[in-house]
């Protein structure tokens, strides 16, 4: 953590403490942090273990659970069966660029129509929550078939490797595994 990051200590009362502010603050706090940007960290007041992600993932669980889920169920079953898969690495990098590439369009679009209509003109504002609007169940839909399309994607890469893998080492014959005669059928086809 920074030394510009606000540091959070988190209680084993489950009360989180702000050192800036010298007070108590609430998980909504802490989420209104994030959605201004700014810097923080959160640390167990106990051990000292940095816990931001825990946080994070907290605060992701409840938007989750109440209002609009942006995550189908069988998003978040695909997103489970990565951890601990060969691929878990490239998935979650693959999210973050991608995830960084729409905010930063997003942004360009926000940048443009203060361009166009002034910070503080109420067409501005109107159209911006009109787009607002229509981009929760939007991003929604887009995550979902995003995913699924990433999910595919690394399917088949990863069966392409298996298959790489398995024509690499054909001729090499392992203990256990004999390669089976040629013109003969298996055992279980007989």
Known sequence: MTEKSRLIKKYPNRRLYDTKTSAYITLAEVKAMVLTGEAFGVVDAKTGEDITRSILLQIILEEESGGLPLFSTDVLAQMIRFYGHAMQGMVGKYLETNIKAFTDFQ????????????????????MWSQFLNFQGPAMQTMMSAYVDQSRKMF?????QLQQQTRSMFTGIQFPGFPPPELGKKPESES
């Open 155 to 159: 399917q088949q890469m990863q069966d």
């Open 107 to 126: 942004q360009k679009l926000q940048e443009q129509s203060r361009g166009t209509f002034g910070e503080n003109h109420p067409l501005h504002q109107d």
